[in-house]
Nanobody
Framework: QVMLAESGGGTVEAGGSLRLSCVAS????????IGWFRQAPGKEREGVGT????????YYADSVQGRFIISQDKAKNTVYLEMNSLKPEDTAMYYC??????????????????WGQGTQVSVSS
């Protein structure tokens, strides 16, 4: 059974940084597409970016390109989302999820089957 657990959320001032973690367990394959998503109150879930754990290749949504970095520690089965130059509009619940397909994989929520419980990020102005 695949399980994903996010952590690292919190409250930060605009311009600050946070690093979220996503620990994965029960993975059936050595290479997976793991995505980061966010959902603000009253808005649809939005894809932030993805990483292919086999090669470390990444993809970012335009809204976070240049500010957010996705990385991994394969020994710890952990994927990170480093968020820099945070803006109030980045405030949301952040989730990681897994897509059991191949690369390239875009962060389209409906393609991802297993999700974590989320971690809240709040950016104050």
């Amino acid at each position: 059974q695949v399980m994903l657990a996010e952590s690292g959320g919190g409250t930060v001032e605009a311009g600050g940084s946070l690093r979220l973690s996503c620990v994965a367990s029960g993975l059936a394959y050595s290479s997976n597409c793991i995505g980061w998503f966010r959902q603000a109150p009253g808005k649809e879930r939005e894809g932030v970016g993805t990483i292919w754990t086999g090669s470390g290749s990444t993809y970012y949504a335009d809204s976070v390109q240049g500010r957010f970095i996705i990385s991994q520690d394969k020994a710890k089965n952990t994927v990170y989302l480093e968020m820099n130059s945070l803006k109030p509009e980045d405030t949301a619940m952040y989730y990681c999820a897994i897509y059991e397909g191949t690369w390239p994989c875009n962060p389209t929520p409906r393609d991802f089957g297993d999700w974590g419980q989320g971690t809240q990020v709040s950016v104050s102005s």
